[in-house]
């Protein structure tokens, strides 16, 4: 609604039309406001710059009521105009942020045979095991950092309590302050696995998703495996973490590891396909294969099941008795 207010020029009065100004005031503002001076906070709804504008002239209406006579109420009014911008920028801080300079987000893979390293923006480091994607912000704005894992990866968290770490991995989430821990997750294996280095860490499920679990806590040598097929989660003590996280600096140790997992662990790092029958998966691998070839290691479990593997060119099929 267009409102005048009354200016006194000489010794007379007449009407003014204050659109113009409080467009100007508004327009001015955003203009001058120094985005990159604005503080992260929590990520807000979609940035809404007629929402604002409405809220803030609505405002300005209600308050252009003061006497003409009274010659410093044009500047009351622009106080009033500055106070409640500063209000709005405050409350929509990143939404402006997020509207004038969006956040890049990264994909990370590492190829099969590979272990890839990555260095976030926070000084975190992660290292990617063979056939996992990681997808990150290229910086963390709000009072989280949260990525998505697909795969394994090996985490070192740089501490920060005002800014929680949130690894996303399907129907579970886990949430740190600043502390080492390594995370299996791949899509084609029925466990996620979550085993503690160091510090202390939350996993919860995943919002909207079908599981229903309280928070569990790890500390160091505890972890847990989640059971996607029946939501069951499983706490475990006593963790040999150097063996579980062995292979992001380039070792290959098996400690006690299911067959079919080592098998798939096998698999991406030689990046091959190894097959077994049904009858070995009850079977258990405790060995250290770093740095030996392939054929010795496939000749090695073949034994270890009381069986044979049977070669057609760089695959693999393990046949035996079992364990």
């Avoid at 956040?103 to 992660?126: Q, R």
């Avoid at 996620?192 to 309280?214: M, R």
């Amino acid at each position: 609604m267009r409102r005048p207010y009354l200016k006194k020029t000489g010794n007379s009065i007449k009407v003014v039309d204050d659109t113009r100004l409080q467009e100007k005031l508004v327009e001015r503002y955003f203009q001058n406001l120094d985005l990159n001076a604005v503080e992260p906070g929590a990520y807000d709804a979609e940035f809404n710059r007629e929402r604002i504008y409405e809220g803030i002239t609505a405002v300005i209406d209600a308050d252009n009521t003061m006497p003409a006579k009274r010659g410093y109420g044009k500047w009351l009014a622009a106080a009033s105009v500055i106070g409640i911008l500063i209000l709005f920028s405050w409350i929509y801080r990143l939404d402006i942020l997020n509207y004038v300079s969006p956040v890049n987000y990264l994909e990370v893979s590492a190829a099969n045979g590979n272990v890839t390293h990555i260095k976030l923006s926070d000084g975190t480091n992660i290292w990617l095991n063979s056939g996992s994607k990681l997808a990150y912000p290229e910086t963390f704005r709000g009072d989280h950092r949260e990525i998505t894992l697909t795969g394994e990866g090996f985490f070192d968290v740089v501490h920060n309590a005002d800014m929680p770490f949130i690894v996303h991995t399907g129907d579970i989430t886990t949430h740190v302050l600043g502390t080492s821990f390594n995370i299996r997750a791949y899509a084609n294996e029925k466990l996620v696995k979550i085993d503690v280095a160091s510090g202390k860490v939350g996993v919860v499920p995943t919002e909207n998703s079908n599981v229903d679990f309280g928070t569990v806590y790890l500390t160091p040598s505890q972890g847990v495996a989640f059971n996607k097929g029946t939501h069951s989660i499983t706490k475990s003590t006593g963790v040999d973490i150097a063996s579980i996280s062995s292979w992001s600096k380039g070792k290959l140790v098996f400690k006690n590891s299911p067959l079919p997992e080592v098998i798939k662990s096998l698999s991406r790092k030689f990046n091959c396909n190894i097959t077994a029958d049904n009858n070995l998966s009850s079977c258990y691998v405790s060995a250290d294969f770093t740095n030996v070839p392939l054929k010795d290691i496939v000749a090695v479990i073949a034994k270890l099941v009381k069986g044979k593997a049977e070669a057609t060119g760089t695959n693999y099929h393990l046949k035996g008795k079992g364990c």
